[in-house]
């Protein structure tokens, strides 16, 4: 079965940057969609970024565009998450899962999540 495994996070001060890893077991790893979700405080989780089997395609929320990047190496069945100029909106505890694309957006697919990985972003 799939296991989930988020590292990286930290309290940092807005403005800075950040850099999450995600590993994932499994066979199918490099051929699905990943990405990224995060749940904050008294919120529903949301998606933040997905990228493609090949890397060729990335998605955004529009609140993170420009700011952060999504990237893989599937040869290390990790995703990451390259996180810049960081808000106190971002703060959030932060998980990885395969990603689809429905009609309400993309979701998970996974539906066992990892323990994510918290990121605090100071004023």
């Known amino acids: 079965q799939v296991q989930l495994t988020e590292s990286g996070g930290r309290l940092v001060q807005a403005g800075g940057s950040l850099r999450l890893s995600c590993v994932a077991s499994?066979?199918?790893?490099?051929?699905?969609?990943m990405g990224w979700f995060r749940q904050a405080p008294g919120k529903e989780r949301e998606f933040v970024a997905a990228?493609?089997?090949?890397?060729?395609?990335?998605f955004y929320r529009d609140s993170v565009k420009g700011r952060f990047t999504i990237s893989r190496d599937n040869a290390k069945n990790t995703v990451y998450l390259q996180m810049n100029s960081l808000k106190p909106e971002d703060t959030a505890v932060y998980y990885c899962?395969?990603?689809?694309?429905?009609?309400?957006?993309?979701?998970?697919?996974?539906?066992?999540w990892g323990q994510g990985t918290l990121v605090s972003v100071s004023e």
């Open positions: 899962n395969a990603a689809g694309f429905g009609s309400s957006g993309w979701a998970p697919q996974f539906e066992s």
């Open positions: 990228i493609w089997w090949n890397g060729l395609s990335t």
């Open positions: 499994g066979r199918t790893f490099s051929s699905r969609t």
